[in-house]
């Protein structure tokens, strides 16, 4: 029943998270099979990227990704940020090598 956190600054450096979806509105938590965090980014034309967890390694993002495509989220993928900013997961690789 509580509300997703909208926005959260994310940390400093290189973070993974496992995306769940791009949404019109906030999906129900409750429809979440326990997934949890959850963040939502405001993207534009008013639309919501929702994403799980915050992973310093592509190795931990990527054994949640499994988890959370087991619990039917089966389209879920890896997204990767440096310093707050959108990157792809590929540079954020090469860049924590």
Do not use: W
Not at 44 to 70: D, H, V, W
């Amino acid at each position: 029943s509580n509300p997703i956190p909208m926005d959260p600054e994310l940390p400093k450096g290189i973070i993974f998270k496992v995306q769940l979806g791009v949404f019109s509105r906030s999906p129900d938590p409750q429809k979440l099979n326990g997934i949890y965090p959850v963040h939502c980014q405001t993207l534009p034309k008013n639309l919501l990227r929702c994403s799980a967890g915050m992973f310093k390694t592509y190795q931990e993002a990527k054994i949640a990704q499994q988890k959370i495509r087991t619990l039917g989220f089966s389209d879920a993928f890896l997204i990767a940020f440096s310093d707050g900013a959108k990157i792809s997961v590929s540079k954020a690789v090469s860049m924590v090598k």
